[in-house]
């Protein structure tokens, strides 16, 4: 805001700088969250796109009087912020929207009475007997439009595209948005060439129609890509499931158990490191194959309910940042989000406490867009009491062991799908015959890795394709 309210440039940039500098010495992990780069992203747009944009805009003759010059400046902040945030969506997201430079133009004239009518009532709301049911309706008038904006503008197909923007893509990107913004408006200065008025248009549509192309590959556009790729691992008698979200690190949960040859599945899967490794609970068939793991591939955070002391130094020692997880906290990769729903903080005691594993299982609730996993590791819905809701795809618990409750808990998550992590001839028996029977009279398709090898779940926008991985 200090860089934005300041005059000169120099004086905003310098201003910027401090605020990156204050917020990097407070956590330098922070470099790496997304939000934090598209915020700086942003505001380095405005300073470098709005003058520009403002000179464009107000020659127009639409934008002159009062109502016409505020909205050519709330268009030109909107512009400019979307031009530059574009390629680090695209970088890290694997997507790039056609409609958020329109969306936000429509919504612009509701966006700031919404905001000062929401923080008047915020403020009004310290006065006892205060009537602020009028101020709410009116403010409700301008968000129900802001939402409606929304729905119109992310419902066609064609609102999102799939893109494979690499680094180099990214910074060919952020050259081009530069050429468009400095370059060519001095050389036209110095050349004493008069630009039409849509010049400034044409240079942001060509910058966003390079951003469509697949500048890490052969220059075509890029096909639709898998927006969310799930790879229940065939680990024998255990659990390793990959979630591969697009633009964002792998996340892997569980391991399996040890001598499965976890290292090598993971290289044929293209992966290289992991933004997570999470671990259900502490049991050879979930974490047995954790030191292969560890000493070959990279792993940025160790993500668990209840670990032993061995265990935690070991990730540490590899460099994983570690994560506690109890019900109500979360794991956000990407447009992946991970919900702990199981088990309360107060079931949590050190490891080795007298408490059956199984009934402090880490269950998430694995969710990328519209899309809903539910991972249910060991905990049967007898041990772990479980309501998430509609779910596609179930996660069998403990590798399809009898479970009493099970229909009840179909019955309340719906699931299209249901998968099964096994080996093949194990001395459990499982999958249990009356599990199988439960989820055949339910009828879920199931699939098994003792039987399909490697299930993999291609979800894409508004689809979900299913199959053994062969």
């Keep these: 805001m200090l860089a934005l309210l300041v005059g000169r440039r120099s004086s905003r940039l310098y201003a910027l700088a401090v605020a990156a500098v204050v917020t990097l010495a407070i956590d330098p992990g922070i470099g790496a969250d997304v939000g934090w780069q598209l915020s700086f992203a942003a505001v380095l747009g405005i300073l470098a796109l709005a003058q520009p944009l403002r000179r464009w805009l107000t020659s127009r003759r639409g934008a002159r009087g009062p109502l016409g010059r505020m909205l050519a400046e709330g268009a030109e902040m909107t512009i400019a912020a979307t031009v ?21 133009l429509l919504a612009l004239p509701a966006v700031a009475p919404a905001m000062w009518l929401g923080m008047l009532a915020a403020a009004g709301g310290q006065v006892p007997g205060l009537p602020l049911e009028p101020l709410n309706q009116l403010n409700a008038l301008l968000l129900a439009y802001i939402a409606q904006v929304a729905s119109w503008c992310g419902r066609p197909d064609w609102a999102l595209l799939h893109v494979r923007l690499g680094l180099t893509g990214m910074i060919a990107a952020y050259l081009v948005i530069a050429f468009a913004a400095v370059l060519v408006p001095s050389l036209v200065r110095r050349c004493g060439i008069v630009l039409p008025g849509r010049s400034l248009a044409a240079m942001v549509l060509a910058t966003l ?5 697949d500048l890490g590959g052969d220059g075509r556009r890029a096909a639709p890509a898998v927006g969310l790729r799930v790879t229940f691992l065939d680990v024998g008698q255990g659990d390793a499931i990959l979630l591969q979200p697009a633009g964002a690190a792998p996340v892997l949960v569980d391991v399996g158990p040890p001598g499965a040859g976890l290292a090598e599945k993971l290289a044929a899967a293209g992966v290289e490191r992991l933004g997570a490794v999470v671990v259900t609970h502490d049991q050879s068939d979930h974490v047995g194959g954790i030191e292969e793991l560890l000493g070959r591939v990279a792993v940025e955070r160790f993500v668990y309910a209840a670990a032993s002391r061995e265990l935690r130094a070991a990730a540490a020692a590899a460099g994983a940042a570690p994560l506690r997880l109890a019900a109500g906290g979360a794991l956000r990769v990407g447009r992946l989000h991970l919900d702990a729903i199981w088990p309360p903080r107060e ?7 007298a408490l059956d594993p199984n009934q402090r299982s880490l269950v998430l609730l694995a969710r990328w867009r519209d899309f809903s996993l539910l991972l249910s590791a060991d905990a049967e819905s007898e041990v772990a009491p479980l309501d998430p809701g509609p ?23 719906d699931p299209a799908l249901a998968v099964i992590s096994v080996g093949d001839g194990n001395a459990y028996g499982h999958p249990a015959p009356a599990t199988l029977a439960t989820l055949a009279a339910r009828d879920v398709r199931t699939l098994r890795t003792d039987r399909d090898g490697a299930v993999v779940l291609d979800v894409r926008r508004g689809s979900i394709e299913a199959g053994p991985s062969g």
């Design 347 to 353: 079931l949590l005691g050190e490891p080795g406490a």
């Design 209 to 213: 129609a390079l951003l469509l192309a």
């Design 391 to 413: 779910v596609d795809v179930l996660k069998v618990a403990h590798h399809g062991s009898e479970d009493a409750g099970l229909d009840a808990l179909l019955g309340r998550i």
């Design 84 to 104: 530059a945030t574009a390629p680090l969506i695209a970088f890290h997201f694997g997507e790039l929207s056609t409609t958020t430079l329109v969306a936000n």
